[in-house]
């Protein structure tokens, strides 16, 4: 079955380094059942980084949902990232908080950096409070549970893009 896109802040303003003290996390809120791929804007300068780096998505009671244990050599120079997952079936509309952090990684300037958009593109979701109303660079994706909620997801995203308001307009006059 094919992965589709749910929510986007591909946005890339600032580059902010993650280090053992200063782990990163953003709430997320899903629009559809499946969430199974997060894509994360990431840099690691010169691929200089070896150190582990975490990716843990967890839902709103703290549980555990996603625990990806990757190093720097998995991260290239500037790049979006994939991490991806088996589906979480009951994702729709729930709070879950993506944290991304190094806990090995001391020094600023080795770092793996994480990308950070300059206003809040996503309103749905919010960064810690270090960082005001800005997101982090991310792309949900997910997998339809079955072939008819593909056919039915499928066929609503093409009329709403066929009766979307700029269609609308240059109909009328």
């Known amino acids: 079955m094919r992965r589709l896109p749910d929510s986007t802040q591909d946005e890339v303003k600032e580059l902010v380094p993650l280090t053992s003290t ?3 996390a ?4 899903p629009n559809y059942d499946g969430l199974d791929t997060v894509y994360v804007f990431l840099k690691n300068p010169g691929v200089l980084n070896t150190d582990p780096f975490n990716f843990l998505l967890t839902g ?3 549980d555990k949902l996603v625990d990806i244990k990757v190093n720097g050599w998995n991260i ?6 994939k991490f991806q997952f088996p589906p979480l ?3 729709a509309h729930q709070k879950l908080t993506l944290t991304l952090s190094a ?3 001391v020094k600023t300037d080795t770092a793996v950096k994480v990308g950070i958009s300059a206003a809040d593109n ?5 960064i810690g409070s270090r960082f005001g109303s800005r997101d982090i660079s991310f792309q949900l994706f997910y997998r339809p ?3 008819l909620s593909l056919y039915r997801q499928l066929l609503s995203h093409f009329f709403s893009q066929l009766f979307s308001t700029g269609f609308s307009k240059s109909v009328s006059n």
């Open 89 to 91: 079936v009951s994702s």
């Open 76 to 81: 290239g120079d500037g790049e979006t990232v």
């Open 122 to 126: 996503y309103p749905a979701g919010e």
């Open 22 to 24: 200063q782990p990163i």
């Open 145 to 147: 549970q079955n072939r």
């Open 103 to 105: 806990p090995e990684t």
């Open 60 to 62: 709103e009671s703290g």
């Open 26 to 29: 953003q709430t997320l809120v």
